[in-house]
């Protein structure tokens, strides 16, 4: 389970990477379950702002003014729980314990899960940016956390989905991580416990995010896929 990620630290990266402006304050570095993170989704009516203002469902501070992608739709960057919370909870508290085990969503089953099926088909899919996702290496017979990255260094657009639940005045505004398997790939099949299925994000390519936060749900499977372990590289996390 990808439960830990390393968020894009660098103002510059995130124009360059994702057509979006850098959120301020940015993002702590490490993410964990209930933490802040930052995610991009299209612009929807609702969360449309004059350029400017603090962005719609922002949490913690953060803000950025959308940005356009040519011959598409606003992008814009969205603060957010790391943990998903499906609308239907009934209480903040209940929202808080199912958070931690929400933070990612199976690829081969999102559209039929219980918590995952309507932010899937009413496709509020996302981008979570990110520097490297931990992944912990059993191989000494100790949990060794390892830092998965991009061998060229560029930031990863994870693909995600994002929830909106309101309560009594109470709003939390998540997001979750989209896993494939990754029993067979050459470089993830090291890692996490044995016995279990080894799975790891979605990582989407460079060129297909407009793809990806546009297309149907019946096309959106189509970016659940395994990132090249050619273009990845492992180390263990510096203490």
Not at 36 to 55: H, N, S
Not at 96 to 119: G, H, I, M, P, Y
Not at 165 to 171: T, V
């Amino acid at each position: 389970m990808s439960s830990q990620y390393q968020s894009v630290l660098s103002p510059s990266l995130y124009p360059d990477a994702f057509q979006v402006a850098a959120p301020v304050p940015l993002p702590q570095r490490n993410v964990w379950p209930r933490q802040q993170g930052v995610f991009i989704r299209r612009v929807t009516p609702l969360a449309a702002e004059p350029a400017g203002e603090p962005m719609s469902g922002s949490m913690g501070g953060l803000a950025a003014e959308p940005a356009p992608t040519p011959g598409k739709g606003l992008r814009e960057l969205v603060a957010g729980q790391f943990g998903f919370v499906p609308h239907w909870v009934k209480s903040a508290s209940d929202a808080r314990l199912r958070a931690t085990k929400l933070v990612n969503a199976r690829s081969e089953t999102v559209s039929t899960s219980t918590q995952f099926r309507d932010a899937w088909l009413k496709g509020q899919r996302c981008i979570v940016p990110m520097m490297a996702f931990i992944e912990d290496d059993w191989r000494s017979g100790k949990a060794v956390p390892t830092r998965i990255a991009r061998i060229d260094g560029k930031p990863m657009g994870a693909a995600g989905l994002w929830e909106v639940w309101s309560k009594d005045g109470e709003q939390i505004v998540s997001f979750t991580l989209l896993t494939v398997s990754a029993n067979s790939h050459a470089l993830l099949h090291r890692y996490q416990q044995d016995g279990n299925e080894k799975r790891m994000p979605a990582i989407l390519g460079e060129g297909a995010h407009d793809a990806w936060l546009d297309a149907r749900p019946e096309k959106a499977r189509e970016f659940m896929r395994a990132y090249p372990a050619t273009s990845l590289t492992a180390n263990p996390v510096e203490k």
